[in-house]
């Protein structure tokens, strides 16, 4: 999962979304804690990432694209 989830920073990044280290790790020990359930996902790792709510739909189309059901 873990690699799967730094594939999934750097098309955010790709995106335009600058998700920091700090942030990323955050991200990964959210998704540990919370499970792969795709929307409990979506929402930790929208919580640990978006700094901007403007920022929310890049994020969403990214994440369905990469994380397409």
Known sequence: MRSRLL????QLRAAGIQASIA???DAVEAASV???ERETLR???AA???KDHA???TF???FDRFFAV
């Open 48 to 50: 640990a990432l978006i």
């Open 23 to 25: 942030e990323s790790l």
């Open 7 to 10: 594939g999934f920073f750097d």
């Open 43 to 45: 929402a930790a790792l």
């Open 55 to 57: 920022d929310r739909p």
């Open 60 to 62: 969403d189309s990214v």
């Open 34 to 36: 919370l499970g792969v």
